[in-house]
C-alpha cells in the first residue's frame, strides 16, 4: 500500500526575461516543424533508402558521469531507430556511432577523431561541457555541424558551427533566481557550488546577479572543488549559520547526494533547489532515497509528465531499455536527433554522399528556420546557437511501499 505521495504545485511563470523564454510572446510558422515519439511528420517506412549518413556521439558511458552520457546515447539510438523504422531523412539510413570520452577532454577528442575515421558527418556531442568545449575547438576548424544535447557552458556553441538543446548555464542560474522568488519558495538562500566546473560556476555567477534583482538574499556562498568533494562539513555548518531557509545546489547529482545526507547527519532543515545536473540523484541515494523528498530542480522533461509526447517517448524507452525511465539527458538526446532530422529536411538533403562541411553549412542555415516538437518542449534556434523553449519546476516525489523500501520519481509540477 503506498502511504506517502507529497505533491506540491510548482508552475513556472508563463513568461521570465531569460533569451530562452523569449518564445512566450512570439508566434512560429509550423514550417520544418518536426515531431518526435508520436512519429508525426515521418515518412512511410519503405526499407528503400538511398545511402547511410554516419551521426557520430560523445560522452562519458564509464566513470562518474556515465549516467548522463548511457541516457544520451539511449536517448540517440531510439530517435534513430524510429526514424529509420520510418523511411529515413529523405530516404537516406542514418547510422549512429557513439564513442566513450570518460567525462575527459583529450579522450573526447581522440574520440572525435576516430568518429572522423568512420565516415562521421555530423556530431550529436559531446554529453558534458568541458570535452564539449575541446571537441568544438576541433569542429569549427573542420566545419563539422555539431549540436550538443547537454553540454551547457556558454563556450560550448561559441562557434557558428555548433548549436545546442539544453539550457545553458547562465540561463539556468537566472531561471533559478526568478522561480525561487516569483513564487515566494525562500527568501534567504544559500548556495554550495563547485568553483572548479565550469557548469556549476556559469549558473552560481548568475543566479547571485539575478537574485540581487529579485530582492533575494544570498546569505552564504560556500565552494568546493573537483579536489575536495566528498566532506561537505564545513560548508553544511555555514550553512546552518546562515540562516537560509533554501540550499542552492547548481552541481552534479554524486556530490548533491552526499551534501544531503551529510546535511541530515548534521540536522541541517531546508528547502533544497537545483537545475538538471540533479538528475540522477534518485538512484544515487539508494537507501537513503528518503531524503530527496521535496528536491525540487528547473528542468525542461520529467517522465511522469502526462502529455501524450512524454507518455510517448517515456513508454518507448522503457521498452527499449528494459524498462529504465529516462531522465532529461535522455530526452535531450533525442531531440536532438529529430532536430538534425528536421534541419536536413528544410535543407532538402538528399545525398548521403555529401560532404561534411557541405552539410554544415547547409545545417547552421536550416537551424534557425525550424521548429521541432520535442519531449523537452518546443524548440528554435537563434543563430547563436542556443535553443528557445519553455522550462519547468519539478520535485522530487517519495513514496513508500508495501515492503517498507521507498521510491522516488520526478514529478512535473
Known amino acids: 500500500m503506498k ?37 508525426a511528420g515521418a515518412s512511410a517506412a519503405s526499407g528503400d533508402f538511398t545511402g547511410t549518413l554516419v551521426i557520430g556521439g560523445i560522452g562519458p558511458v564509464t566513470g562518474g558521469a556515465a549516467v548522463y552520457g548511457n ?16 523511411g529515413g531523412v529523405n530516404g537516406i539510413k542514418l547510422e549512429f556511432n557513439f564513442q566513450d570520452d570518460e567525462h575527459n577532454e583529450e579522450k573526447a577528442v581522440n574520440a572525435y577523431n576516430t568518429l572522423k575515421d568512420k565516415d562521421m558527418k555530423l556530431l550529436i556531442g559531446t554529453v558534458t561541457s568541458n570535452p564539449c568545449i575541446a571537441v568544438a575547438a576541433e569542429t569549427a576548424k573542420d566545419n563539422m555541424f555539431q549540436l550538443t544535447p547537454s553540454g551547457s557552458a556558454v563556450d560550448c556553441v561559441a562557434n557558428d558551427n555548433a548549436f545546442r538543446i539544453c539550457f545553458n548555464d547562465p540561463n539556468q542560474g537566472i531561471a533559478s533566481a526568478q522561480y525561487i522568488a516569483q513564487n515566494n519558495v525562500a527568501s534567504k538562500v544559500a548556495v554550495i557550488y563547485d568553483s572548479s566546473d565550469v557548469y556549476s560556476t556559469g549558473i552560481y555567477e548568475k543566479f547571485v546577479a539575478e537574485a540581487s534583482v529579485q530582492n533575494l538574499e544570498v546569505v552564504a556562498a560556500e565552494a568546493f572543488t573537483s579536489d575536495s568533494k566528498t566532506d561537505f562539513s ?9 540562516g537560509a531557509d533554501l540550499l542552492f545546489l547548481p552541481i552534479y547529482y554524486q ?48 517522465a511522469d509528465a502526462k502529455d501524450d509526447k512524454t507518455v510517448a517517448f517515456t513508454t518507448a524507452y522503457k521498452a527499449a531499455y528494459n524498462g529504465e525511465v529516462p531522465i ?39 537551424m534557425t528556420e525550424i521548429t521541432v516538437e520535442g519531449v523537452t518542449g518546443n524548440i528554435t534556434w537563434t543563430a547563436d546557437g542556443e535553443p528557445t523553449k519553455d522550462p519547468k519546476a519539478m520535485e522530487i516525489v517519495i513514496t513508500e511501499n508495501e515492503d517498507g523500501t521507498k521510491t522516488g520519481t520526478y514529478a512535473a509540477l
Open 255 to 302: 556530490e548533491a547526494a552526499l551534501i544531503l545526507q551529510q546535511a541530515d547527519k548534521a540536522g541541517l532543515s531546508v528547502k533544497y533547489f537545483g537545475c538538471d545536473g540533479l538528475d540522477g540523484l534518485i538512484d544515487q541515494l539508494g537507501a537513503d532515497v528518503g531524503l530527496a523528498e521535496g528536491v525540487m530542480l528547473l528542468t525542461p522533461f520529467a
Open 71 to 86: 541516457a544520451v546515447k539511449n536517448g540517440i539510438q531510439l530517435a534513430v531507430d524510429e526514424i529509420n523504422a520510418a
Open 234 to 242: 564545513v560548508q553544511i555548518q555555514k550553512v546552518q549559520e546562515s
Open 3 to 39: 502511504v506517502s505521495k507529497k505533491i506540491l504545485a510548482l508552475s513556472l511563470a508563463a513568461c521570465m526575461t531569460v533569451p530562452f523564454l523569449a518564445g512566450c510572446n512570439s508566434s512560429s510558422s509550423n514550417e520544418g516543424t518536426s515531431e518526435g515519439a508520436d512519429g
Open 328 to 366: 532529461q539527458f535522455a530526452a535531450d538526446g533525442y531531440d536532438a536527433v529529430y532536430a538534425v532530422k528536421a534541419a536536413m529536411e528544410k535543407a532538402g538533403i538528399t545525398d548521403a554522399s555529401i560532404s561534411a562541411s557541405d552539410l554544415c553549412d547547409a545545417l547552421k542555415a536550416a
